[in-house]
């Protein structure tokens, strides 16, 4: 027999009652009864019970043992009583006297309990990372991952992709977020960086002749955490096809996602579904329209609406706030509440007016209640459309969709603020009025994104999303565009997949064209001695015959986040830094020896003091 064991503490059945086995754990939970002491003895796999007699030599040592020691138990398998049984349990049905027991490693008083995983502080979780995860939720969330990653590694070798990794020493790059630098021992006053991402990498495999490439891929970004990010690090799915058009990619990915969430999607009996239909392609236009968001979360059936027309005339709606707004160049954007003038208090929808100015730093948010009217039809008491004429308000009420007993709330502001207000206030409203599709992942492929946006501060063009991307229509709709309003109307091939209003990754077709990436490149106002200084190495690639080629970067840690029903990527990351981007458990970042400072002919300059 071997020296740990014969079988894992998840395996054993009834199968194997009489057998003689060995189990190797750590002593998850004891309980000590009159005539035996009970023990739960975990392992990696699941839990066995064992059971130590008084009579036995070593009860004493399993009576002092501490919870999170190391054993290891030999004995003869037994079925257990039936009133023993315990259904929820996959060794359930039976027991391990134990004949003989050794502590292979006794364990100190632990810093956080392992059982029964009760809420702890983060710092004490993080920094003993290690007990952390031996507590169920996080284990199964890491064995959850491992396996996403094999399943996504399985699905996109079956599609002819290949394989490769690509340097984690590289150059900065001007563009995204700020580097991680790596100061180089060999060039005095150099710097390598940590890739935010293999994009250029990536690029340049496909001018090298590669076909279909892909890596589950380390990135590196200096930012803060956030509750959907990780600081530091993640991982992404790292795609890039050649000779493809925007629908190839799709075409490509789109399998992969679906089938990884239909894999498990049923993961530890949750039951959800993915719906069949095929990814609905939404325009970013009719996405910011409607759900006030390029991630819109499908479940929530809310749609938004323009509603600036019906404010215009104060005359008409005896409301002048809207109409002052409006003249100033303002939107008004109203969000459906079905019913909830019947379900709900007036303390709800004040409420919903706290949190846009607490949250959201918005001026307010305005709303209406629905009630039938007294000579028939519907109207309101409440001030923004306390005024409305009848037939105005039954215009108004036509286009939404609303009816008596059913609210409604308006965002009002420059466009872009009216929008961010609508877009979150739609997603409060669904989930307060518990509107929101469950157990079921919806997909979206947001599309025609606009190439280039009016920087407000700058007061000039700028690229809006990727400035790599290519534009649709090339180089004849660049040379089209003679006015800032015809620029801002071109759109590129670039995309985002959504999932329940989580943006799992950007992608592109590319620019592939030095010709086409300079003419871009001087419409937002960058020479092309910027193009060559900053991006030189990839234009000069691409000088040299570049298929056209594009690529997407679905994100790891937020597809396993999905699965395992996280609220916070530090659930899926196995060790992960916490919001100040410190390493609590290794200690990292700390300071260096002197020597190692100098080697690397640098001076350390010390942050001034707080006074």
Sequence with gaps: MH????????????????????LSGWLHRRREHAGALFIDLRDHYGLTQVVVYPNAPFYEDAKRATAESVLTVTGKLIARDKEAINPDLPTGEVELPAETLVIESAAEKLPLPVFAEPDYPEDIRLKHRYLDLRRETLHKNMVLRSNVIASLRRRMIDQGFMEFQTPILTASSPEGARDFLVPSRLHPGEFYALPQAPQQFKQLLMVSGFDRYFQIAPCFRDEDARADRSPGEFYQLDIEMSFVTQDDVFNAIEPVMRGVFEEFADWEGKGRTVPSEPFVHIPYAEAMAKYGSDKPDLRNPLELSDVTDFFVDEGKTGFGIFAKIIKGGGKVIAIPAPKAAAEKSRKFFDEMDKWAKKEMQAPGLGYARLKEADGGGVDSQDPVLKGFEPEHLKALLEQMGLYAGDGVFFSAGNKTDAYKLAGAARNKVGESLELIEEGVFRFCWIVDFPMFEYDEDNKKIDFSHNPFSMPQGGMDALVAAKTDEEILEIKAFQYDIVCNGIELSSGAIRNHRPDVMLKAFEMAGY??????AEFGGMLNAF????????????GVDRIVMLLADAENIRDVTLFPMNGQARDLMMGAPSPVEPKQVKELHLKISEPPKRG
């Design 3 to 22: 020296e740990y064991r014969s079988h894992t503490c998840g395996e054993l059945s009834k199968a194997q009652v009489g057998e003689t086995v060995k």
């Design 543 to 554: 000088r040299y015959g570049a298929p056209p080629h594009g690529g997407i970067a679905p």
């Design 527 to 532: 020479g092309p001695d910027v193009v060559e």
